[in-house]
């Protein structure tokens, strides 16, 4: 018999639910929770002046098609510190979203 924590059944999406920024590093993550699937992935984003900063780009979107069989208005892309505090952040901005389908 398979014993699954409590800390582990949720409606929200929790840290238990996503990959590490590590992963994240190397290639995007996908997933979903209820009607929503969503993206994380690592993302450089041009500033002022022609620097670049990396940010973590998280991107929802409802279901049933996946990322690529997905119109474009359809998606809502939101960006985030790329370390464990925007891996927080992220999580309280997806289960928002979570909610809103």
Same mark, same amino acid.
């Given at each position: 018999?398979?014993?699954?924590?409590?800390?582990?059944?949720?409606?929200?999406?929790?840290?238990?639910?996503?990959?590490?920024?590590?992963? /994240?590093?190397?290639?995007?993550?996908?997933?979903?929770?209820?009607?929503?699937?969503?993206?994380?992935?690592?993302?450089s984003?041009?500033?002022?002046?022609?620097?670049?900063?990396?940010? /973590?780009?998280?991107?929802?979107?409802?279901?049933?098609?996946?990322?690529?069989?997905t119109?474009?208005?359809?998606?809502?892309?939101?960006?985030?510190?790329?370390?464990?505090?925007?891996?927080?952040?992220?999580?309280?901005?997806?289960?928002?979203?979570?909610?809103?389908?």
């Amino acid at each position: 018999m398979t014993v699954i924590k409590e800390e582990y059944i949720s409606d929200d999406i929790t840290a238990h639910d996503l990959l590490p920024l590590s992963f /994240l590093k190397k290639t995007r993550y996908t997933g979903e929770k209820g009607k929503m699937r969503f993206l994380m992935e690592k993302s450089s984003l041009q500033t002022g002046e022609g620097a670049e900063e990396t940010k /973590l780009r998280v991107c929802v979107w409802p279901e049933p098609f996946a990322y690529d069989r997905t119109e474009e208005d359809l998606k809502q892309d939101s960006y985030f510190e790329f370390s464990d505090s925007g891996i927080e952040e992220a999580i309280k901005w997806l289960n928002t979203k979570l909610h809103e389908f």
